[in-house]
């Protein structure tokens, strides 16, 4: 059973599981220019970070930690001039089920969240739309585009076919 302990962002660093490490070794992603982190309110990004409980276990050897998924999301938050005052919550797993979570996060969560997000600009743009209406939108449509690392014109609506 999972144990769950919150923690500052800025004192974790933690190594990735060695399964871990070797499936991302083929791993190519080429990140372009991060958009502004500190336009987003502090509490937004802690929203996000409750949201987004970071899946480590604790190794055998010490009282340390290794990643079990990726969490981009962190390294991100990290960015944000005031991200010491950010908290992370930590869901500590039992180190014998870490073949399991490392496939089942990274590979299985992938593969179910694709058919939403594998359009994202698309969505992003549907979404923006919505909340520009309702007035919930703080960021604008370039902002989002540079989180993105996509054109502010690839948020738009998907074309039609004839």
Known sequence: ?????????????????????????????TLKKQGDI?????RELQFILDNCPISVCQTA???????????????ICRYHTQSNKLKV????????DASCIISSLNITKLALEY???????????????????MGLMQSTK???SAFAQVTPSA???????S
């Open 1 to 29: 059973m999972a144990k769950y302990r919150k923690v500052a962002l800025n004192t974790i660093n933690f190594p990735f599981h060695r399964l871990l490490q070797e499936m991302l070794e083929a791993d190519h992603i």
């Open 38 to 42: 500190n336009r987003l309110e502090l």
């Open 61 to 75: 050897h010490s009282n340390t930690f290794e990643l079990l998924a990726l969490s981009p999301i962190l390294d």
């Open 89 to 96: 919550s930590l869901n500590i797993c039992d180190a014998d």
């Open 115 to 133: 058919p939403t997000y594998h359009r994202t600009p698309a969505l992003l743009f549907h979404r923006y739309q919505q909340a520009v209406q």
């Open 142 to 144: 370039n902002e989002l």
């Open 155 to 161: 948020l738009r609506a998907p074309q039609k076919r």
